[in-house]
């Protein structure tokens, strides 16, 4: 039992210290200084915003099961197992490829105001 409680106690500090590394800084830091040399810097960057599906599981999943069934109407026997598995990948990666440049095509554009410490 002890050994589970130093484990997790453990986790813990490492979890703490990867916390405290990870600091995130906004528009109000910008230009603050640390006894380092750093400072924080602010930029406006433009960022897509896609549509509501950003990992294009849809078009994927469609492509896939297009391709499916295109590849299971080739071949015969252990032939048509290949094929339906290399159509339904194909297919899955031109589905992906294709939402991809639909939302890129039509995703909206947004100015965001991004902020990181940059050492000198």
């Known amino acids: 039992m002890k050994t589970i409680q130093r484990v997790m106690c453990m986790g813990a500090l490492v979890a703490a210290s990867f916390g405290a590394a990870a600091q995130t800084y906004g528009p109000k830091d910008e230009g603050r200084r640390f006894n380092d040399g750093s400072k924080v810097v602010c930029k406006n960057v433009e960022v897509q915003r896609n549509?509501?599906?950003?990992?294009?599981?849809?078009?994927?999943?469609?492509?896939?099961?297009?391709?499916?069934?295109?590849?299971?109407?080739?071949?015969?026997?252990?032939?048509?197992?290949?094929?339906?598995?290399?159509?339904?990948?194909?297919?899955?990666?031109?589905?992906?490829?294709?939402?991809?440049?639909?939302?890129?095509?039509?995703?909206?554009?947004?100015?965001?105001?991004?902020?990181?410490?940059?050492?000198?």
Not at 66 to 71: F, Q, R, S
Not at 82 to 96: H, I, P
Request: aromatic fraction near 2%; charge should be positive.
């Open 51 to 120: 549509a509501k599906d950003p990992n294009r599981i849809a078009g994927t999943a469609t492509g896939a099961v297009v391709g499916g069934l295109l590849g299971n109407q080739v071949g015969g026997g252990n032939g048509k197992k290949l094929a339906t598995v290399a159509g339904a990948v194909a297919g899955g990666a031109a589905g992906r490829n294709i939402q991809g440049r639909s939302q890129q095509k039509n995703g909206d554009r947004v100015v965001e105001r991004r902020c990181e410490r940059q050492y000198r």
